[in-house]
């Protein structure tokens, strides 16, 4: 009976070969670990009248069937398994990198490495890298003027003139840097949401007439997201209308400072008055439940003194009432913070009017007022067809939200291209 190593899960042996079964993605998957199976045949002790040495005498097959000769290895280095690449030539897969699903999908890096090997012209180069000394495995690249180049000392792939053509269309071809007007941003980046999926727009500029500037939903469709709109709104549009509605609000401000107010107060009032109680009855029921647990715990000590309650109970119950006592001190601070970020509300009122009137001593629009004045920017799909293209923008300024601005014009119409108006419905 010969005695085959022992592969223990997840090792599998097929085809004369070696096995791991592992799960990549959730599946599945037979790595191949070897290229040869071997199997013992011998156990061999040798003495010198001293001491032992033990040997195993090995055969095994390679994965196309063929049978590899006996070998002996000292035991001690049986189990490195270096011995099958010394004596068969043979060798377990170290793993590394998994091939790509298409290799040939080339990067850019990888085309232009693959375009200037000049080993490719039959060349042998050495000296290309060196390392500082044999104990280091790092490898340092060498100055090309220190290679040593052996010319057509194998036979070429590509032809010399080729080659040569296309190292001097790469020299000529420039890196080209990147287009500033590409990494312009526009203020209302971060301000812009679509109003179908939540999205945020992302900044556009139209190739190759870089004067359209303009704004999409980040999660279109056609862009491998899953909105069914653009949601496209052109930058210039979009600084026309919030110029106007900020003016327009800030003519609200002027004719009617009370009514202004007014606005702002119900505003922020309606939400807040409502939030404010139920921080404060939250903080009463904290507090009352607080003194209860003290209470309790005094209790429950007192019995522990008298030997009512015995030591085991006494740990379990004080250890409750210490976590509880300590989430209750938590939610009492926390509901007192959320309290006085509310009385600041008052204050970021004041501060929100004092940006639409910065705005209207400025007349334009900064990315830092546009900040101080507006939350986010909501962009709805253009709808109906040809001359009755509308599109909804809302505004939703910080502090309070989408304000009905009763002394509101007309919607804004904007004509895009020739023939092409949109009317922009603002609230
Ligand atoms: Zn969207």
């Given at each position: 009976m010969e005695n085959y190593l022992y592969y223990s899960d997840p090792f599998f042996a097929y085809n004369n070969a070696l096995y791991i079964e592992k799960t990549i993605n959730g599946k599945p998957v037979n790595i191949k670990l070897s290229n040869f199976l071997a199997r013992i045949t011998e156990d061999i002790t040798c003495t010198n009248g001293a001491e032992n040495e033990r040997f195993l005498s090995i055969v095994g097959t390679d994965d196309k069937g063929k049978d590899l000769r006996k070998i002996t290895v000292p035991l001690k280095n049986?189990?490195?398994?270096?011995w099958a690449q010394e004596h068969w030539g043979k060798g377990l897969n170290r793993g590394g990198k998994q091939m790509p699903?298409?290799?040939?999908?080339?990067s850019k890096t990888t085309v232009r490495k693959i375009l200037t090997q000049?080993?490719?012209?039959g060349d042998v180069i050495n000296f290309k890298t060196y390392s500082k000394?044999?104990?280091?495995?790092k490898r340092i690249l060498n100055p090309e003027e220190n290679w040593k180049v052996f010319k057509g000392v194998h036979e070429p792939i590509i032809d010399r003139d080729t080659f040569e053509t296309v190292q001097k269309m790469k020299a000529k071809a420039k890196r080209r840097a990147p287009n500033p007007k590409h990494a312009e941003k526009n203020m209302f980046c971060g301000l812009l949401y679509c109003a179908d999926c939540g999205s945020p727009l992302w900044f556009n500029v139209n190739h190759?007439?870089?004067d359209i500037k303009y704004f999409m939903c980040s999660n279109y469709k056609g862009r491998?997201?899953?909105?069914?709109?653009?949601h496209y709104v052109r930058a210039d549009s979009l600084e026309q209308i919030v110029m106007l509605e900020l003016r327009s609000l800030a003519s609200f401000l002027i004719e009617d400072e009370e009514a202004f107010a007014d606005i702002l107060e119900a505003k922020t009032n309606k939400s807040i008055l409502s939030q404010q109680k139920f921080l404060e009855s939250s903080i009463d029921k904290a507090t009352a439940r607080t003194k209860e647990v003290a209470v309790m715990y005094e209790k429950l000590f007192e019995k522990h003194i008298n030997g009512i309650v015995n030591e085991e109970s006494f740990m379990q119950l004080s250890q409750k009432y210490e976590t509880e006592r300590d989430e209750l001190k938590l939610k009492i601070r926390q509901c007192q913070e959320e309290l006085s970020e509310i009385e600041n509300l008052r204050t970021r009122k004041e501060q929100f009017t004092f940006a639409v009137r910065k705005f209207m001593q400025m007349e334009t629009l900064t990315p830092a007022l546009l900040n101080e004045l507006i939350e986010k920017i909501e962009v709805h799909s253009i709808e109906g067809k040809g001359k009755n293209k509308t599109q909804k923008i809302i505004i939703h300024y910080r502090f309070v939200g989408v304000i009905d601005n009763p002394i509101k014009e007309e919607n804004i119409v904007l004509e895009a291209r020739q023939g092409v108006a949109v009317e922009y419905l603002t609230a």
């Open positions: 049986f189990a490195q398994l270096d699903a298409d290799p040939y999908r080339w000049q080993e490719y012209c000394s044999f104990k280091n495995k190759p007439n870089t491998r997201g899953t909105c069914e709109g653009t």
